[in-house]
């Protein structure tokens, strides 16, 4: 790295070595799918289901139901699998299961809301986090990636938009993505939303038992604003800034113009400090009122975009380029810290191949122009994803604990080693729901909700 007077920018930033490639993860998925063979979709989200609980998750939206556990069980999975996979309740009532359209219809108004498949997801998230093995997957991480996903939609939703950036019609799909390609959160919003503000609600919303210290993201992270609210949040924003080269670093203080001689032609004018003084409280107070959900974070920048003069926020952009100026100064000076985001980035374009292999059919265009079905694909879709994930994890210590499969990782395996792959998947196919039929995994269920029970009291795991 170096900096000097040039007309492509001051900063000129060389790429990192490559890292030594991970010799044996091929052999390792190799082996879960000569031990599991093809696992279908739908088993993989019914041995999550039973390993966790989450269906406890789901109560009538209407008063009491009449319908048995196991029975609502079965036809919650299927309607999951075919909101998340994008193939629709009428394809996948004619499956092997014995359950009509009509009926899993009726389940889905009346017990399946967007409430209760988000704390599905949630409680499938925090039962990975306890099943995971420390020795393997290491101490859990504070940092998750997040970015947005462009998905067609039809055209008659006032929800769909033309985005000039994808080159189509349709909605985004906002992620959170922890280190180990679990997603802890996903939004629904439209073209023009402030990504900035999805970002920060995603983190401070997700709800699951992970502690959210820091965010990776693309280009979008890079705005002035967004450093500010997340540094009035205290969590880092970690942002991958591609043309690094244009950017200005703002000086602490005024009346030095020779203090920082290396580093003068990338250096602007100084932060003005007493605007922070003078605006302190007030900036406190939005961030106290986007902490406790008494205002949203879209909602506080839309009013500060209509009135760009307003003073508190020329205080939040004060502040952010002064983070901005320590984020870029770390992210120059340490490799790690490169890596280390260009890796969580990774992650969140991996997380994205998968939900191109699960939500397969239309070509991955959402059907509806309901906004509460548009919801829902997006939130089952993740319920899905998040069971491959569950259940991979569970695969993977059963292998690597044994001693022949340990001894096997390098370094290099372990830093590449993720549960997110579908080589031994089939998302596609006749939908079979066989709740006896389950995965030999010598993993025990993990301590969390209980299993899903019948009126008698019998878990759903036990009388299968």
């Excluded at 038992?209 to 693309?218: C, K, L, P």
């Amino acid at each position: 790295m170096d900096i000097a007077e040039r007309k492509s920018g001051a900063i000129r930033l060389t790429a990192a070595e490559a890292q030594p490639e991970p010799r044996n993860l091929r052999r390792i998925k190799g082996e879960v799918q000569r031990r599991w063979g093809i696992v279908p979709l739908i088993d993989m989200l019914k041995e999550a289901v039973l390993r966790t609980g989450c269906l406890d998750a789901v109560t009538s939206v209407s008063g009491g139901g009449s319908l048995s556990a196991e029975v609502l069980a079965e036809r919650l999975l299927l309607i999951i699998y075919a909101y998340g996979t994008n193939t629709g309740i009428k394809a996948v009532a004619s499956g092997g299961h014995g359950h009509t359209e009509d009926e899993l219809r009726y389940v889905r108004r009346r017990y399946l809301s967007a409430e209760a498949a988000r704390a599905i997801a949630v409680q499938i998230a925090n039962a990975t986090f306890a099943a995971r093995s420390t020795e393997l997957w290491g101490q859990g991480s504070t940092a998750v990636a997040s970015d947005s996903t462009h998905v067609r939609a039809y055209d008659q939703n006032l929800f769909t938009e033309w985005h000039s950036r994808y080159g189509g019609r349709g909605v985004l799909i906002y992620w959170h993505v922890e280190k180990r390609s679990l997603a802890i959160h996903s939004q629904l919003i439209n073209c023009t939303a402030s990504e900035v503000a999805a970002m920060i609600e995603g983190a401070m919303r997700h709800g699951t038992t992970m502690d959210v210290e820091a965010n990776y993201t693309d280009s979008h992270g890079q705005s002035e604003i967004g450093f500010g609210i997340t540094r009035l949040l205290n969590f880092d924003l970690l942002p991958r800034i591609k043309r690094i080269n244009k950017v200005k670093l703002y000086r602490p203080v005024a009346g030095e113009p020779d203090a920082y001689p290396q580093l003068t032609p990338a250096l602007t004018r100084p932060i003005r400090w007493e605007l922070i003084a003078q605006q302190y409280d007030q900036m406190i107070k939005y961030a106290t009122a986007i902490r406790t959900r008494t205002a949203s974070t879209e909602a506080i920048l839309r009013r500060f975009t209509r009135n760009a003069s307003h003073p508190t926020y020329a205080a939040m952009l004060e502040v952010g380029r002064a983070q901005k100026t320590i984020f870029v100064a770390r992210y120059l000076r340490l490799r790690d810290l490169q890596r280390e985001i260009e890796e969580g980035l990774n992650v969140m374009e991996s997380s994205n191949g998968a939900n191109s292999v699960i939500a397969y059919d239309k070509g991955g265009e959402i059907a509806s122009n309901r906004r509460d079905e548009q919801e829902m694909f997006v939130l089952c879709l993740r319920i899905l994803q998040s069971a491959l994930v569950f259940v991979n994890t569970l695969m993977l210590q059963d292998i690597l604990g044994e001693p022949e499969w340990a001894d096997l990782l390098t370094p290099a395996d372990r830093r590449g080693l993720t549960p997110l792959f579908w080589s031994h998947v089939r998302p596609y196919g006749e939908v079979n729901l066989d709740m006896g039929a389950r995965l030999n995994l010598a993993a025990a269920s993990v301590p969390g909700p209980r299993a899903p029970t019948d009126g008698a009291g019998q878990s759903l795991a036990e009388r299968s």
